[in-house]
């Protein structure tokens, strides 16, 4: 491989990425063979899986013929592209977990998001657009639920306090990267804020 990709995530595009990058997205679970990608300069999405260079990272060989975007079958929420948060082991581990759920809803009405929140579990509001959610869901099968709930513009950020994971959506590559970046120093190493900082 040798170019350098974009990746369209609910109608946004992100990128562009180096193939280093896509290899890491792709073994993180952030990139799965249905994510809608886009060699830098183009304009048409296809699916990862139609891209030669991309196919090997999935152990796919190219299909023969691909199929046309607008035909390409829905996938499950928790498979959508929108896996650019991070990948999760133990989706359904049957311990309760404490999460917190922050959303800026610039684009749609928070009652749709704050309804699906408490269908997910127990949950209490403790901020305008911020809730504590107790439930036995994966960070990202929640972010992954109720993305659907939000706007071009909306951003969604959940952590799970008990597994000390988090899982966003809408942040852009530059935020995503600091996120990533900070998120996984250690808390005692040198210069680290505390969690409650």
Known sequence: MSASWIVSVAGRAYGPYADAQMQAFASEGRLAPQSLVARNGETHFRPAADEPALATLFGLARRTAPEPAATVTPIKPAETP????????????????HIIVIADMKSRSIDGLEEEIFKIGPAFAFLPQAWLLSTEMSVNAIRNQLVQQLGKLDVLFVVDATRDKAAWFNFGPEADTRIRRNWARTPDAPGNRSAAG
């Not at 929108?82 to 977990?97: I, L, Q, V």
Request: aromatic share 6%; glycine share 12%.
């Open 82 to 97: 929108s896996a650019f948060g991070h990948k999760d082991e133990d989706e359904k581990s049957g311990e309760r977990a």
